[in-house]
Nanobody, 127 residues
Framework: QVQLAESGGELVQVGGSLRLSCTAS????????MGWFRQAPGKEREFVAA????????YYADSVKGRFTISRINAKNTNYLQMNSLKPEDTAIYYC????????????????????WGQGTQVTVSS
């Protein structure tokens, strides 16, 4: 089993910034994929960003590209989602997801591929 601990969600004003963190513990593999997804009230879960072990680049949804940055600390199985220029439409519960292997590039945006999920952290962007 892998446990995921997320933190960093809070209320922020439009144009503000937040940094979410996610740490994986337990039976983690040296080969992995970590992703962020979000779900707004009344909407389906959607992909936000992902990063894989060994990759120099990350993957982003078009809606956050240029505003959000995912980074990692390999030794701590931790990744961060830096969110800048926040908009009201970014309001959602943000979930960290983990898979104990490198998901193929075409699959990193698919939530069903990930094996483990965090409890979620609420991000509210107020205008």
């Amino acid at each position: 089993q892998v446990q995921l601990a997320e933190s960093g969600g809070e209320l922020v004003q439009v144009g503000g910034s937040l940094r979410l963190s996610c740490t994986a513990s337990g039976r983690t593999s040296s080969s992995w994929t970590m992703g962020w997804f979000r779900q707004a009230p009344g909407k389906e879960r959607e992909f936000v960003a992902a990063i894989r072990s060994g990759d120099s680049s990350a993957y982003y949804a078009d809606s956050v590209k240029g505003r959000f940055t995912i980074s990692r600390i390999n030794a701590k199985n931790t990744n961060y989602l830096q969110m800048n220029s926040l908009k009201p439409e970014d309001t959602a519960i943000y979930y960290c997801a983990w898979h104990n292997s490198r998901i193929v590039v075409t699959g990193v945006r698919l939530g069903d591929v990930y094996s483990y999920w965090g409890q979620g952290t609420q991000v509210t962007v107020s205008s």
